[in-house]
């Protein structure tokens, strides 16, 4: 199976901040890396696919970057509302799985 | 408007199994695939398998491979995962999502249901 290991695992930041996020998968995925938006008490919401494409209605903060083993998300000036847990998935092959997620938090 | 509506929270004894429904809505049912995902409380997501809406074919990850079964009936647009011998590690929330794939041939999990918590308790 593919691991996925995402960081930091948690971090605090103040709105209008630029905040990354990275993944790094055990072997190379192409692009294949997805990225999720979790609230809490409430289901993920896909937020990027195929490393860099935004999903419909998101907003255009929201970045993704990346190749091989290495990717990142990038919110490039944090608002109220995301303030959130984020979570990385490869889709190369099967098993799909997740990194472990990282809690942004308000300093 | 898309959605996925899950079936009500469910508490099981060990050894039992559960059946959990998720019902779709707002687009072709059988124009996607259907995963399961699930979610211990505090920990990450841990994906459980997949099945073709149309055709029925299904996938299914290692750890499950002998007591997960998921199903569908296309004339109610619903998707049913089973998941048998209960043990208190399964008690998880669990996410049926509908999965696409784009002719780029990327893959992503892009409509999840609200989720279906499970407790197995003695």
């Given amino acids: ?107 | 408007q898309v959605q996925l509506v899950q079936s009500g929270a469910e508490v099981k004894k060990p050894g039992a199994s559960v059946r959990v429904s998720c019902e779709a809505s707002g687009y072709t049912f059988t124009s996607f695939d259907v995963n399961w995902v699930r979610q211990a409380s505090g920990q990450g997501f841990e994906w459980m398998g997949w099945m073709n809406a149309d055709s029925g074919k299904t996938g299914y990850a290692q750890k499950f491979q002998d007591r997960l079964t998921m199903t569908r009936a296309t004339s109610t647009n619903t998707a049913y995962m089973e998941l048998s011998s209960l043990r208190s590690e399964d008690t998880a929330i669990y996410y049926c999502t509908r999965g696409r794939r784009r002719p780029d041939y990327s893959y992503s999990m892009d409509v999840w249901g609200k989720g279906t918590t499970v407790t197995v308790s003695s």
């Fill in chain 1, 1 to 107: 199976d593919i691991q996925m290991t995402q960081s930091p695992s948690s971090l605090s930041a103040s709105v209008g901040d630029r905040v990354s996020i990275t993944c790094r998968a055990s072997q190379t995925i192409s692009k294949f890396v997805n990225w999720y938006q979790q609230e809490p008490g409430k289901a993920p919401k896909l937020l990027l696919y195929a490393t860099s494409t935004l999903d419909s209605g998101v907003p255009s903060r929201f970045s993704g970057s990346g190749s091989g083993t290495d990717f990142t998300l990038t919110i490039s000036s944090l608002q109220p509302e995301d303030f959130a847990s984020y979570f990385c998935q490869q889709s190369y092959s099967m098993p799909w799985t997740f990194g472990q997620g990282t809690r942004v938090e308000i300093k």
